[in-house]
């Protein structure tokens, strides 16, 4: 059971470090997507519920400030990761003895 435990909180890091780039993939594709939008490109089919070809002045600013809501996030999750830099040094290089 302490061998598992330690399995697992070695690889915590390197699954976080993972799923952040995910993360950057997907909010730098959507911030293309929104600057796209916001610059008057006819994507509107993809956001904002697809009503509109272009979008009207009000969702090309509300496309402009969900950029600023993703440098946010990314922001935030690359607090988290690097908060992970800490709880590294907790974790020895080898499993501990099993004293069962």
């Keep these: 059971m302490v061998i598992l435990v330690w399995r697992i909180a070695a690889s915590l890091p390197r699954v976080v470090e993972a799923a952040a780039v995910v993360a950057y993939v997907l909010l730098g594709a959507l911030a293309v997507l929104q600057i796209a939008l916001a610059a008057g490109a006819p994507l509107g089919h993809l956001a904002w519920g697809g009503k509109y070809r272009v979008l009207p002045r ?7 400030v969900s950029v600023l809501v993703y440098a946010l996030f ?8 690097a908060s992970l830099d800490r709880f590294g040094d907790y974790i020895p290089e080898k499993p501990p003895a099993s004293g069962c």
């Design 58 to 64: 009000g969702l090309r600013i509300a496309s402009a």
């Design 74 to 81: 990314a922001w935030i999750i690359a607090g988290a990761v």
